[in-house]
């Protein structure tokens, strides 16, 4: 280990089990020296293993819903007051859409659903970010990161409207990247990581054969939850000071991709054996 984060001071959203890509980084975080409390909403808290993270930490859990300002002031000060002071960076791992729980095609969206999408994935970032700020809660040259995907830029088959919510959440990390920078020094960023087998993943209908072809795709592979924290370690640390307002691709050159030559001969090998597939719904 490094001691990237000796002496820092965080508070880290949306840990859940040992597939979280939080849960990686939280492990991570404490490896590289950091203190940090841990947070998620208390119905996710009664399906996970956040109190065993916790004890393996040596830290607190406080529970909050991240789309309620009340809880992110009442978190904020808590976590203030376990630190006795700021803190120095933040991991926003929060996202759900009803639409797909469903199984809402996209030209078919429940509005209602649609909101509280929008609302847990994305605009509960611009609220934390808010509440920080007005609570002086990140001192100067602190980092935070939240985690987008590709399909934020690209259309992605049953991505659905979480697209347009990682869309969203790009632009709040520019948008608030800019006011936060200026004022306070603190950086903002997102992390495209590589489609990865976390518990939300595993559910999503074919996502082995995304990550297949994602695998095939990108000249360096698919990254794993692993990578991901190391990679997420570096922006809560000293050596990245000066990124802000960008969204990192984490994905193994899949972001830059047109076509590879494996992925090439998998679509070669289905024209020389054609399987007619079927229409579906997106």
């Given amino acids: 280990m490094y001691n990237l984060l000796k002496g820092k001071k ?18 991570r975080a404490y490896e590289e020296g950091a203190e940090f409390v841990l947070t998620n909403t208390p119905i996710s808290m009664r399906f996970g293993d956040i109190d065993k993270l916790a004890e393996s930490c040596n830290t607190i859990v406080v529970p909050a819903d991240a789309t309620s300002v009340k809880d992110l002031e009442n978190l904020l000060t808590k976590t203030m007051e376990h630190f006795g ?3 120095d960076f933040i991991l926003h791992s929060v996202a759900m859409s009803l639409n797909v729980r469903k199984g809402r095609p996209y030209d078919d969206l429940d509005y209602g659903f649609l909101n509280k999408t929008l ?6 970032f611009h609220k934390l970010l808010q509440t920080a700020k007005k ?4 001192n100067d040259w602190g980092s935070v990161v939240a985690l987008s995907y590709v399909a934020a830029q690209k259309t992605l088959y049953k991505y659905n409207d979480m697209g347009d919510a990682k869309a969203m959440l790009e632009s709040i990390a520019r948008s608030f990247g800019y006011i936060y ?18 518990t939300a993943g595993s559910g999503v209908r074919g996502i082995e054969g995304l990550l297949d072809f994602t695998e095939r795709m990108s000249p360096l592979g698919n990254a794993t939850a692993d990578e991901f924290a190391d990679f997420c370690i570096t922006l809560f640390s000293d050596l990245t000071k000066k990124i802000t307002m960008q969204n990192l691709f984490h994905d193994g050159g899949f972001s830059s991709m047109g076509m590879s030559y494996r992925a090439m001969a998998v679509y070669q090998q289905s024209l020389d054996n054609p399987i007619e597939p079927k229409l579906e719904d997106e």
């Avoid at 965080?10 to 492990?27: C, P, R, T």
């Fill in 135 to 138: 609570m002086d809660a990140i």
């Fill in 119 to 124: 609302d847990i994935s994305a605009i509960s």
């Fill in 85 to 87: 002071g700021k803190i």
């Fill in 10 to 27: 965080g508070l880290i959203f949306g840990a859940l089990n040992d597939k979280s890509l939080a849960w990686k980084v939280a492990e």
């Fill in 181 to 198: 920078g200026r004022e306070k020094k603190i950086r903002i960023n997102t992390i495209s990581q590589s489609p990865t087998l976390t």
